[in-house]
């Protein structure tokens, strides 16, 4: 019988076995028109935190808003260790160091699909889009598997 660590890992490759099939699934089906649905799940997912991690929106400063929310994946959900966020004016850059989903976005790649799944990356998108009315597009997914690191960005519209 396995362990409740054995148990834990291999949960977690289950549940990255489901969102590979799922996003090259559609990749395949859809194209590069499979990222405009990054929205949809972005607000999904959001909406999640919300209810569950007692993610706030309303009133908040978005600065804060997309702080909380890595603090909330490294700290309560311990999916990476570090998560930078850099916002400007119309952009919002994220750095996400040992991500545990890093060897799906590595296999997505080189299958030739443009990762658009990315929970900080869809979570994040669709906060911005609540709070601030604007619209957003996924701008830069980079994987850097020797690193151990993602670059993110989405721009506001």
Not at 58 to 75: K, W, Y
Not at 132 to 143: F, H, P, W
């Amino acid at each position: 019988m396995a362990t409740e660590e054995e148990k834990k890992r291999n949960l977690a490759r289950i549940n990255a076995m489901i969102i590979y099939g799922l996003e090259k699934g559609l990749w395949d089906l859809l194209g590069e028109s499979a990222l405009a649905m990054s929205a949809t799940v972005g607000e999904g997912m959001l909406e999640i935190m919300e209810k569950t991690m007692g993610l706030e929106i309303a009133g908040e400063e978005p600065q804060d808003i997309l702080t909380e929310i890595g603090r909330i994946f490294v700290d309560e959900i311990g999916i990476a260790v570090k998560f930078d966020i850099t916002r400007t004016e119309d952009k919002v850059d994220f750095v996400v160091e040992k991500c545990v989903l890093l060897n799906v976005e590595k296999d997505l790649v080189a299958a030739g699909v443009k990762p658009f799944m990315c929970p900080y990356l869809n979570i994040a998108a669709a906060a911005m889009r609540r709070r601030l009315g604007l619209k957003t597009r996924i701008e830069d997914i980079a994987v850097d598997q020797a690193a151990h690191r993602c670059k993110l960005c989405f721009g506001m519209v």
